[in-house]
């Protein structure tokens, strides 16, 4: 791919799987730190589990995160941290030292469904191969390597978790459509239940852009034949524009040959860079026994 063009499908996860299980060796540096992912929810004075990944999608070991109540956490090894969730109700904020954004958790009062009733209230009906997902419920462990969640029979990854809330990397080697999740956090097994996951494929001409040069941006989907959502976005104005704004919608055409079309407008020679994730479609899961 020319060094003046870049167009990917973002975050490109997979990459993180050299951290699995602790491995020291080779982890990125923490200057490239880019990415705070923190559960949905976290249970007032509950431990949970949050995790920092770089700009190639890798966890990162040694990043210093400040929350807005002044607590602050150093991720270790595995590119995650331990914390204890505060004990006052309400929506905190956390930011990786010295970048900018803010990531916000909503803090909730334990209630007797929050420590005691096993279930799942939401997860995403499709899902990209190459990006995370979340999952929420009650009676995860707010330890991540604690849960241990399967897609198709593959282990996958939890980079964070807390008791009602788990954010999950399909396995690298899941093949793309319909498939089974199981979920197991210690002694508590939850109902599996079915998701379609999607690889996105990007085509597009990788030769230099010129100014005032119109580009079309094609992404298939393999792993469905329904129309499917894909969100755009230009993470680099400046260079290039894109057709609908800086973060554009498109549909899929669904059937055999399923895929979504995009445009870029060159307004300077220079690196550009477009990001493409799937829209997800948020569900109450319904247990795979039953489907």
Known sequence: ??????????????????????????????????????????????????????????????????????????????????????????VIFAAIEGRRGRVPTTIVAPTETELSLVEINSAPRI??????????????????????????????????????????????DLEPGLTSVKINCGKNSFPAFNMTFLELALHADSSPLSPGEHRGLTVSVRGTQAKIALEAKNLAPDIAELTGGDTARQLSSGGAENAAHFEVVGRKRGNFIISIRLVPVIAHPTPKSTQ
């Open 127 to 172: 899902a990209s191969l190459s990006d995370r997902f979340d999952v929420l419920g009650h009676v995860f462990c707010g330890y991540a390597d604690a849960n241990s969640v399967t897609t198709g029979g593959l282990q996958a990854i939890v980079l964070a978790s807390s008791a009602t809330s788990l954010v999950v990397l399909p396995p690298v």
């Open 1 to 90: 791919m020319s060094s003046r063009y870049r167009a990917v499908i973002l975050p490109a996860l997979s990459a993180l799987l050299f951290a699995w299980g602790a491995i020291a060796q080779h982890a990125p540096n923490p200057a490239g730190a880019r990415i705070l992912l923190l559960p949905r929810r976290i249970v007032s004075g509950e431990r949970a589990t949050l995790a920092v990944l770089d700009v190639n999608g890798r966890l990162t070991p040694g990043v210093t995160v400040a929350f807005s109540n002044g607590d602050r956490l150093t991720t270790d090894q595995s590119g995650r941290a331990l914390l204890v969730a505060p004990l006052i109700p309400g």
